[in-house]
């Protein structure tokens, strides 16, 4: 074969693309096809890395399609969008648990019983702390602080 080196042949010979004892009309039919192969991206020396570089790309677009789904179906949203209502709703339960615990003392305090404060609303303070600190992902940017939640990083400490 014109313009092909002896190595080059070897080479083709070792990974099965030329068989010794075949004609030149195959060797070079056996060539053409698989230099098509590469050219393609179907073959050759990289043709494992491009598979998986083709592999990791096909994924990225599956997982972009499906993020874009479930926003457009709103089984997704931008954490932007919900994060002031997520707040709103810890101060309210932290609000609201705060009330409980002061009805509680009035009331017990109303059948004469002496009671410090510490015992009711120390077991519904540490819960509260307990919910506020709880991190679903790595990394969240909220702190919770004991009257309600301050962004990581402003000097507010939990």
């Known amino acids: 074969m014109v313009g ?8 083709l010979i070792g990974r099965g ?3 010794p004892g075949d004609s030149l009309r195959t060797w070079i039919l056996g060539y053409a096809t698989h230099m098509r ?6 073959g050759g020396d990289q043709s494992g890395e491009l598979t998986a570089a083709r592999t990791r790309e096909a994924l ?7 993020i874009q789904i479930a926003r457009e179906i709103k089984a997704l949203l931008p954490a932007a969008e919900i994060e002031q209502d997520l ?15 002061a009805r509680i003392l009035d ?12 015992v009711v609303t120390g077991p519904i303070r540490s819960a509260l702390m307990d919910l506020a600190a ?12 004991d009257d309600g939640l301050a962004p990581a990083g402003s000097g ?3």
């Open 134 to 145: 709880y991190r679903p992902c790595p990394g969240s940017d909220v702190v919770a602080r």
């Open 4 to 11: 092909v080196t002896q190595q080059t042949v070897s080479g």
């Open 87 to 101: 707040q709103r709703l810890v101060v309210m339960a932290r609000t609201k648990c705060d009330e409980a615990a």
């Open 107 to 118: 009331d017990v305090r109303a059948r004469g019983v002496e009671i410090d404060d510490d």
């Open 37 to 42: 192969s590469v050219a393609a991206g179907c």
């Open 60 to 66: 990225r677009k599956t997982e972009l399609l499906e």
């Open 17 to 19: 693309v030329l068989k």
């Open 156 to 158: 507010v400490d939990a």
